[in-house]
């Protein structure tokens, strides 16, 4: 990949959501994330919105570090959970970033239901220097299965079969999960934006 590219910093130290965002945005930049700086300090997500804690790490690394800074926020709404986990969907489970404990937690909150109806929600926000350059965020309808189906994705992607499919994002394969997400759905915008305006 030619190091002449625009840089985008994502702002995660989650491989496989940045894994994710550089599958998707293609050869237009050259992808980075918080991993790539081991000095970054930890942002706290102390907001109670998608949107707040994506702006949190977007504002904080965007002055750390020169160039776009993208940051995503994202979970899994479970209606009859009452939207839970939401934006504490890594730590559901008692442990931030265990996909098997969060994954046992839904599980067992699920046991009998029968409004298994569900989305995955995704907000981005884009920031430079320390300032918001714009936000978009994205979705993608489905519902919780009876049991984990499927090895590939990460998180609650066994869980989640999307609508119009029968079988888990973790069946599917990262390319048609890549079309479908939140996470792909919310970043065309962002790769638009990006096009007309940076």
């Known amino acids: 990949m030619s190091s002449n590219l625009p840089v985008l910093i994502v702002a995660t130290r989650n491989s496989h959501k940045s894994s994710e965002i550089r599958e998707m945005i293609g050869d237009r930049y050259r992808v980075m994330d918080v991993n790539d700086f081991p000095a970054m300090p930890e942002v706290d997500e102390t907001g109670t919105s998608f949107l707040e804690n994506a702006t949190l790490k977007a504002v904080a690394i965007s002055r750390e570090v020169a160039g776009i800074v993208l940051s995503d926020d994202s979970g899994l709404e479970v209606d009859a959970l009452g ?93 048609v999960k890549n079309a479908l997400s939140h996470r792909g759905r919310a970043l065309e915008k962002v790769a638009a934006w990006l096009e007309r305006e940076a």
Do not use: K, Q
């Open 83 to 175: 939207g839970a986990p939401g934006v504490w969907s890594s730590s559901y489970g008692g442990e931030e970033g265990n996909h098997a404990r969060n994954n046992a937690r839904l599980m067992a909150e699920m046991a009998g239901s029968e409004d298994r109806s569900a989305r995955f929600r995704c907000t981005m926000v884009l920031a430079r220097g320390g300032e918001v350059l714009a936000d978009f965020s994205g979705s993608v309808e489905g519902r919780i299965l009876e049991d984990a189906h499927g090895a590939g994705g990460f998180g609650y992607d066994p869980l989640f079969a999307p609508e119009g499919h029968e079988r888990s994002f973790a069946e599917l394969g990262a390319e």
